[in-house]
């Protein structure tokens, strides 16, 4: 068990922190919508904003260990969940807006594509080892 856990260290990090973040960007999304009533797309853009800038801090801590610029890895990272948040939010749009499936549904299996999409470019494009 223990030799498993050294060989996924970094997939286990990932998806522990992921869970978190995803957690902080439900509870954010939830309370915006359901306390607050802000439609679909501006409480998603929120909570999106809100998850990224934790997941930024714990994956390069926790997850990553970024050695690398602290600028450079923080404009890769929201670039790449600039792109993920922009997918997440057009198929909010279209599925709950357009097609009325119900939006915690639409959320939590989009939110699949999405912790894999961020896992890919946090590990090969941000927070990389580059050359000094």
């Known amino acids: 068990m223990r030799a498993f ?7 286990i990090d990932y998806l522990f922190w992921g869970a978190a973040t995803t ?3 439900y509870l954010v999304y939830f309370l915006l919508t ?5 439609n679909t797309v501006p409480a998603n853009v929120i909570a999106w904003a809100i998850s990224v800038i934790f997941a930024f801090w714990v994956n390069r ?5 970024g050695e690398g610029n602290l ?3 923080f404009f890769l990272f929201t670039g790449g969940r600039v792109f993920s948040g922009v997918l997440e939010t057009g ?3 279209l599925f709950v807006d357009i097609l009325r499936f119900h939006d915690m ?10 912790v894999i999409l961020n896992y890919i470019f946090s590990k090969f494009i941000i927070f990389v080892k580059r050359g000094k």
């Open 5 to 11: 856990f050294q060989k996924h260290r970094q997939i």
């Open 23 to 25: 957690a902080v960007n």
């Open 34 to 38: 359901r306390l607050l009533f802000l």
């Open 61 to 65: 801590a926790f997850v990553f260990h």
């Open 71 to 73: 600028f450079t890895e």
């Open 91 to 93: 198929i909010l749009w």
């Open 105 to 114: 549904l639409v959320k939590v299996i989009t939110g699949v594509v999405v």
